[in-house]
């Protein structure tokens, strides 16, 4: 059984930084994206930045440049290095996961959603001005 379990948030002034952690357990695909999306109160989930399995990466325009999307892949472990935070970067984190075929890479990762097979709980990120 896939899991996939965040940790890393919180609070913190606009200007700071944090780190995500998303822990995956039970998934050994051939070739996948993995990678976090944000979900604001009312509004769908975004995807902020995606990895694949071949070690390239995508990232929204609004978090280019702040934002650092990394795997340890003997953890494990993916890695989202947030800095320069802003109160708009407000939202609940979610990490996720979607096998690709094999000779697919980052450029081919879904922007909706709802194509993703697997989730985690969210970690919440709150930026105060």
């Known amino acids: 059984q896939v899991q996939l379990v965040e940790s890393g948030g919180g609070s913190v002034q606009s200007g700071g930084s944090l780190r995500l952690s998303c822990a995956a357990s039970g998934y050994h695909p051939n070739n996948y994206c993995m990678g976090w999306f944000l979900q604001r109160p009312g509004k769908a989930r975004e995807r902020v930045a995606m990895?694949?399995?071949?070690?390239?990466?995508a990232y929204v325009d609004s978090v280019k440049g702040r934002f650092t999307i990394s795997q340890d892949s003997a953890r494990n472990t993916l890695y989202l290095q947030m800095n320069n935070l802003k109160p708009e970067d407000t939202a609940m984190y979610y990490c996720?996961?979607?096998?690709?075929?094999?000779?697919?890479?980052?450029?081919?990762?879904?922007?909706?959603?709802?194509?993703?097979?697997?989730w985690g709980q969210g970690t919440q990120v709150t930026v105060s001005s």
């Open positions: 996720t996961a979607v096998d690709l075929p094999i000779d697919y890479t980052v450029t081919h990762c879904p922007m909706s959603g709802r194509l993703y097979n697997y």
């Open positions: 990895f694949s399995m071949d070690g390239r990466t």
